[in-house]
């Protein structure tokens, strides 16, 4: 009887990335670095931002405004109000 494990993890890529390189940085530089980061708003993946910029890559930004996000989630509440009210009203509609 043959069985295969089930893999647990993440799944494997067929290109990974596993060349690693280092560099350092004077003061001025990483002040311009820092200058960069903020500006493309990624200061939370710096590695895929200095790919992007080695290879010539367009960088996309997303923003997120906060006052959209807050709008859009009582948005869904009040939808969901409506909809139990339905759902509610659905048993006594039968009788």
């Known amino acids: 009887m043959t069985t295969t ?3 647990i993890g993440r799944p494997t890529t067929t290109d990974p990335r596993v060349h690693r390189y280092n ?3 004077t ?3 990483n002040i311009r670095f820092k200058q960069m980061l903020c500006k493309a708003g990624s ?6 931002f200095i790919v992007k910029r080695i290879f010539n890559e367009e960088f996309v930004v997303v923003k997120r405004d906060s ?10 509440d009040f939808y ?6 339905g759902n509610n009203c659905a048993p006594v509609k039968a009788i």
């Open 27 to 29: 003061t001025e530089e």
């Open 67 to 76: 006052s959209k996000v807050q709008f859009i989630a009582r948005l869904n």
């Open 23 to 25: 560099f350092k940085l």
């Open 80 to 85: 969901f109000q409506f909809q139990k009210l």
């Open 43 to 48: 200061e939370h993946n710096r590695s895929r």
């Open 5 to 7: 494990k089930k893999r």
